[in-house]
């Protein structure tokens, strides 16, 4: 079954539906449009009722504000994740996407995040995970630790990784052992040397035999997350080809 084809908003007060016509909508909840105004979010939900949305967490790699000195801010970073679990359910957001940190997990941090995604399962709310610029071991280390957790799979981050070093394990090995878990797609390309997030053609990451890894999967979107319009519309065209010589 073909995924849907979605787009990342980066800037509400330039969005129309006319201008980037897509199956779904990831939100950014670092923009100032979304921040807790209930008059400005009750206008957000009724300019997108009906579509289906997902939202990427302002928080960046949640939990490594101990190693950075700071390990009191993670009470608000839990604070700030439920503040995001409430506002998706008052815009009928059914996704949150976040990063986490790259060293292990203490037992508070375990049980504090398990009470996170408990919230969210309440309220309606997937918790997904994406991977930054990071190793194999890093990414598969999250999912086994919170196993209800799912898996977005930024293909920009991981073309990045892979030519760094840091991505060691052969892409199939990998692809196997997150194939449960993963539902959606971040998409965009790049060099290898930095996430420049280009259109899907503009890069060395051979996307066509990557989502061709994919088929039979339970993959449910793919977000562009291309900066420039032109970018985005340009591979929306490319995947929806792909999409159709499958057929």
């Known amino acids: 079954m073909k995924p849907k084809i979605c787009c990342s908003i980066g800037n509400l007060k330039e969005f129309t539906f006319k201008e980037y016509p897509f199956d779904g909508y990831e939100l950014k909840s670092n923009v100032d449009e979304l921040k807790p105004n209930i008059i400005i979010l009750l206008k957000i939900r009724e300019n997108f009722y009906g579509k289906d949305l997902s939202l990427h967490s302002q928080l960046s790699r949640i939990f490594s504000c101990a190693e950075r000195g700071f390990p009191e801010f993670a009470e608000a970073e839990m604070n700030i994740l439920k503040s995001e679990i409430i506002i998706s359910k008052l815009l009928g957001i059914k996704q949150i996407i976040f990063h986490m940190k790259e060293t292990p997990f203490t037992n508070k941090e375990i049980r504090e995040f398990n009470k996170i995604i408990d919230f969210a399962e309440n309220n309606e709310i997937e918790m997904i995970y994406e991977n930054h610029v990071c190793s194999d071991n890093i990414i598969l280390n999250v999912l086994k630790t919170f196993s209800k957790v799912k898996f977005c799979l930024d293909i920009?981050?991981?073309?990045?990784?892979?030519?760094?070093?840091?991505?060691?394990?052969?892409?199939?090995?990998?692809?196997?052992?997150?194939?449960?878990?993963?539902?959606?797609?971040?998409?965009?390309?790049?060099?290898?040397?930095?996430?420049?997030?280009?259109?899907?053609?503009?890069?060395?990451?051979?996307?066509?035999?990557?989502?061709?890894?994919?088929?039979?999967?339970?993959?449910?979107?793919i977000v562009i997350e291309s900066r420039k319009k032109e970018d985005i519309l340009k591979t929306k065209e490319l995947l929806n080809n792909f999409y159709k010589n499958l057929e």
């Open 156 to 221: 920009g981050h991981l073309n990045v990784a892979i030519h760094n070093g840091k991505f060691k394990m052969d892409l199939d090995k990998f692809l196997e052992k997150v194939k449960s878990k993963l539902i959606n797609l971040h998409v965009h390309n790049n060099h290898g040397e930095r996430d420049e997030h280009n259109s899907i053609e503009d890069g060395n990451f051979d996307w066509k035999k990557f989502l061709n890894k994919l088929q039979n999967s339970n993959l449910k979107k």
